[in-house]
């Protein structure tokens, strides 16, 4: 018998964190399983929302939101990372885009509206895809008001310090500050070459200063150094 699909189910979250004036993100549990993520949260230039992973909110916290900006579009990072999209999306009643790469598989999961290259274009937000990944995955640059970009990412950047990972967790590479960690490597990353050069070219990007994983702790700083120093592990 197939798996009913999941409802709406809000886990423990965090408060919003209000980063700066057209981005907000909220960290939570991953159900069923000792870890945290991130929900990011982007104004865009018409006022409308799009959401970049799904994390129900408290009730609070939902109409939080939705006096900010009318929430409009779901982005997904790929089809691992869609626990919550389905119910997220029909509850706010939101068009869903995710990675061409994984079409097929995000699909089964969520009604998709279209892949993020399909997106209508917005002068606060830009996204690429991840470079030398197979899944897919974007990267997306938010620019503030004050001209400061952020850089949201799903999975293949991570930054979590040891003391706050378990024991396991530290043993698969999970821990240990800014990286691309293992299991992404051995299952993710196809060409290191190629998104070597990618985050190379991200440091040099103008403006470039805030890192939003979608695990781990937000960089609010030195951002570009971070990912030379990435660069240099690949």
């Given at each position: 018998?197939?798996?009913?699909?999941?409802?709406?189910?809000?886990?423990?979250?965090?408060?919003?964190?209000?980063?700066?004036?057209?981005?907000?993100?909220?960290?939570?549990?991953?159900?069923?399983?000792?870890?945290?993520?991130?929900?990011?949260?982007?104004?865009?230039?018409?006022?409308?929302?799009?959401?970049?992973?799904?994390?129900?909110?408290?009730?609070?916290?939902?109409?939080?939101?939705?006096?900010?900006?009318?929430?409009?579009?779901?982005?997904?990072?790929?089809?691992?990372?869609?626990?919550?999209?389905?119910?997220?999306?029909?509850?706010?009643?939101?068009?869903?885009?995710?990675?061409?790469?994984?079409?097929a598989?995000?699909?089964?999961?969520a009604?998709?509206?279209?892949?993020?290259?399909?997106?209508?274009?917005d002068?606060?937000?830009d996204?690429?895809?991840?470079?030398?990944?197979?899944n897919?995955?974007?990267?997306?640059?938010?620019?503030?008001?004050?001209?400061?970009?952020?850089?949201?990412?799903?999975?293949?950047?991570?930054?979590?310090?040891?003391?706050?990972?378990?024991?396991?967790?530290?043993?698969?590479?999970?821990?240990?500050?800014?990286?691309?960690?293992?299991?992404?490597?051995?299952?993710?990353?196809?060409?290191?070459?190629?998104?070597?050069?990618?985050?190379?070219?991200?440091?040099?990007?103008?403006?470039?200063?805030?890192l939003?994983?979608?695990?781990?702790?937000?960089?609010?700083?030195?951002?570009?150094?971070?990912?030379?120093?990435?660069?240099?592990?690949?």
């Open positions: 018998m197939a798996k009913p699909p999941r409802s709406w189910i809000v886990t423990r979250h965090d408060p919003i964190q209000k980063l700066d004036d057209n981005l907000w993100v909220v960290e939570g549990d991953v159900p069923g399983i000792p870890f945290r993520r991130r929900m990011s949260i982007v104004k865009r230039s018409d006022g409308t929302l799009l959401f970049f992973n799904a994390i129900p909110l408290e009730d609070g916290a939902m109409a939080e939101v939705k006096a900010w900006g009318k929430p409009s579009v779901l982005v997904v990072p790929h089809d691992q990372h869609m626990i919550d999209a389905r119910p997220f999306a029909e509850k706010l009643g939101l068009k869903v885009y995710g990675p061409k790469a994984c079409e598989k995000t699909s089964a999961r009604e998709m509206s279209g892949t993020y290259d399909t997106l209508p274009s002068a606060a937000l996204i690429e895809p991840v470079a030398g990944v197979k897919g995955e974007p990267a997306l640059f938010v620019t503030s008001g004050s001209g400061q970009v952020s850089l949201l990412v799903s999975d293949v950047l991570m930054n979590s310090p040891n003391e706050s990972m378990g024991l396991l967790p530290r043993m698969l590479g999970f821990a240990g500050g800014l990286k691309v960690a293992p299991i992404f490597r051995m299952m993710f990353l196809k060409d290191k070459k190629a998104l070597k050069t990618q985050m190379s070219r991200w440091a040099e990007m103008s403006g470039l200063t805030r939003i994983p979608s695990h781990g702790n937000v960089m609010p700083s030195g951002t570009p150094e971070g990912l030379r120093n990435v660069s240099a592990t690949l």
